[in-house]
């Protein structure tokens, strides 16, 4: 089955920009406008945070985030909302639903993925969602709704591990740049994470791979893509975000500053 | 193997509740624990150093004390598991010595907890001194200014304490705060968690820590009363440690009551509470799926108690199955009446308890029990690090 993530990397095999911004911020009804205008700046998918009150895979910058959203209001039920008829306006681009298991759990996986898929998503992302249990109780559902599961590498995955992810999905792997939350800067030594990407680029997975945690301007961005199809940039573009009056366009200054 | 109360399925489930609901960042350390904690607990070498730190550092075993007076108000035999007396002031240290050595034997150089009340934190940062390892203690902003003495205690124990920021600023944003150090220190880093809660196979791996407790209890329960069985075993609940240990070898005694003791706060209902028995709905908590305070949303929402230590939206999975198969009988206590069990605690048998205890002993009236019944209340800990709360609501109190 078709299905756009798939699409992107069809069309393009490299430099990749995925962007991820939180649902609801700065204000309630960002959502949509920051979504066109990241695509029409040129990011080739986008990543839609649903905000978590202990969003424990995150740096500040998301978690504070993701406090503004909720306290904006934010919620599935009015994301969805917002989302409704968004493939007239952005027909190709991926869009990808990135959050917490236990919102989603709440909501109902079924109902979740129904949802989704209505509101035009083409990947999840839940970064603490077990694989045994993905495999065992949600991988029909997924798959019945078109979504595709995109899960976590890190320097520390064993390799036989990274081989059972690259088979559970046909969408991409997101390389975590190296031990740290979200919004965090590169403190390894030098050549510890060149050769962390280089040893997956060896692994030939079935699966293109986009790194993603640490990347910020379009020096950390150019960077990443040597080693891989594309990278993914969250904080910065949320810090780009706070307090400005415009935030769709910011948010496509942010897109060019990296491209451009 | 059929799971029963002692022991989770193997990926650590009691019933529908457990398991490791985590991000990938902690998945290798997590499945290093939980491939080694059984071989490691059961190495002679390992329980040899245990059991010698257990007595010679700790103090145990700890005494089962005929509280007299209490009994005589109470109409009942009422007897006290004095965890009070264990070194540092409360059970915690049990877990922590256990989980030291066990750091010990992984490779790990640098230790990090959570602490809410801060007994966890001191109890770590004490094995810490003890084995000259790295130690840095998360504690809300809230609950250093509540529990101030045992920050310093913490730093003088050589500790370095942060305080977590966001939230409420207590237990639950601390133990973020410890979790996204671990992502960050993935290889030389081990998490001290402090309850029966969190990841597959923390909460077995403490609850087994703290069965001592019980063993314990069993023995000098045989020698004070000729049964190793009492009627009731009371102990209070936050995120659950000091009444798994409790609890653990009277678990699969059906003859014995187990009643849970958590922090109603203002009133159950007031908006202002940590009873996750009542409260709670199943949803998943800092890696482990149990009952947990949350909105429809699935929004974890912010306890509140009196005390520090009972603050936690959530509660460990086996006390979450304890609870829904009725094995235990969950009860919630109200700030002013743990207060004024402090008080009559202290003046009835001369022992200060933990504000965390005092709900425990706040239950007493609700047991029913008869007068040749045996009660046992955990009295987890003292209270020296509340007295500036005590002085605060002297009048309650008093």
Redo the contacts between chains.
Sequence with gaps: MTNRIKDAFDKKQKNLLNIYFTAGYPRLHDTVPILKALSAAGADLIEIGMPFSDPLADGPVIQQSSTVALANGMNLRVLFEQLRGIRQDVPETPILLMGYLNPVMQFGVDNFCREAAAAGADGIILPDLPLDDYVEQYQDIFRRHNLRPVFLITPQTAPERIRRIDELTDSFLYLVSGPGTTGGANTQAEGVQEAYFQRIEAMHLRNPRLIGFGISDRASFQRACQYAEGAIIGSALIRALDGVDDAPAAASQFVSSVLK | MIPTYQQPTE?GYYGQFG???????L???VEELRQQYLDILADPGFQQEYQQLLRDYVGRPTPLFEAKRLSAKYNTRIYLKREDLCHTGAHKVNNTVGQILLAKRLGKTRIIAETGAGQHGVATATVCALMGMQCIVYMGEVDMERQKPNVYRMRLLGAEVRAAM??SRTL?DAT?EA??DW?????DTHYIIGSVVGPHPYPDLVARLQAVISEEMRKQLLAKTGSELPQYVVACVGGGSNAAGAFYHFLEEPSVQLVAVEAAGHGVHSGHSAATSVLGTP?????SRTLLM?D??????EPYSISAGLDYPGIGPLHAFLADSKRARFISIEDEAALKAVAECSRLEGIIPALETAHALAALDQLGAGPDDVVVINLSGRGDKDLETYIKYADAIM
């Design positions: 990926r398991g490791a609901f985590i991000p990938e960042m998945y290798p350390n966001s939230g639950k973020n979790i996204r992502i960050s220190n993935p290889v949803g998943i908590i800092h890696g949350q429809e949303d699935g929004q974890i929402t």
